[in-house]
Antibody, heavy 115, light 113 residues
Framework: EVQLVESGGGLVQPGGSLRISCAASGFTFSNYWMNWVRQTPGKGLEWVANIKEDGSEKYYVDSVKGRFVISRDNAKNSLYLQMDSLRAEDTAVYYC????????WGQGALVTVSS | DVVMTQSPLSLPVTLGQPASISCRSSQSLVHSDGNTYLNWFQQRPGQSPRRLIYKVSNRDSGVPDRFSGSGSGTDFTLKISRVEAEDVGVYYCMQSTHWPPLTFGGGTKVEIK
């Protein structure tokens, strides 16, 4: 069974940093692009970033370029999102999702940016 | 960027009756490989999104056959043949033909009358 489990969410002050993780199991992690998608409270879905199977290509939505970094460790079956210079508008539930077709999603990690 | 526009925003439906959600893209979603990468997701209250349909009309494993997807080019539709109580939630379309960025529609809330 495919499982994606996010962790590392929490409360952070504006301008601060946070790293969230996604632990994958039930499939060959190194065979898939992986994505981060966020959902602001009561709002819709926004794709944030993705990373190629071997980590050689990474793409970001314009609003996070230069502030967020996506990475992966295929030996640990894990996906990461390093978020720096956080803003109030980054407050959201962050989901990891498998593949460019987003076939499977985790349960999400809540990131709250507030003073 | 490809803009995905869903309608209606809200869809009150009587149990057992059909429902239809429209999704339109700002440009054709036909990929150079011949596929059309248009997916539909369901998000029940308090849950993560779940993919229902991929590449316009292919149902994911475990998805009831009352859900169907259709369309081509820039116009797509998700239909529920007979709405059940468990279908309440928000439905999103997403294109993954022209990226980055991958883009979602704004969502359609299905509720029971």
């Amino acid at each position: 069974e495919v499982q994606l489990v996010e962790s590392g969410g929490g409360l952070v002050q504006p301008g601060g940093s946070l790293r969230i993780s996604c632990a994958a199991s039930g499939f060959t992690f190194s065979n898939y692009w992986m994505n981060w998608v966020r959902q602001t409270p009561g709002k819709g879905l926004e794709w944030v970033a993705n990373i190629k199977e071997d980590g050689s290509e990474k793409y970001y939505v314009d609003s996070v370029k230069g502030r967020f970094v996506i990475s992966r460790d295929n030996a640990k079956n894990s996906l990461y999102l390093q978020m720096d210079s956080l803003r109030a508008e980054d407050t959201a539930v962050y989901y990891c999702a498998r593949g460019t077709q987003h076939a499977h999603w985790g349960q999400g990690a809540l990131v709250t940016v507030s003073s | 960027d490809v803009v995905m526009t869903q309608s209606p925003l809200s869809l009150p439906v009587t149990l057992g009756q059909p429902a239809s959600i429209s999704c339109r893209s700002s440009q054709s979603l036909v990929h150079s490989d011949g596929n059309t990468y248009l997916n539909w997701f369901q998000q029940r209250p308090g849950q993560s999104p779940r993919r229902l349909i991929y590449k316009v009309s292919n149902r994911d494993s475990g998805v009831p056959d009352r859900f169907s997807g259709s369309g081509s080019g820039t116009d797509f539709t998700l239909k529920i043949s007979r709405v059940e109580a468990e279908d309440v939630g928000v439905y999103y379309c997403m294109q993954s033909t022209h990226w980055p960025p991958l883009t979602f529609g704004g969502g359609t809330k299905v509720e029971i009358k």
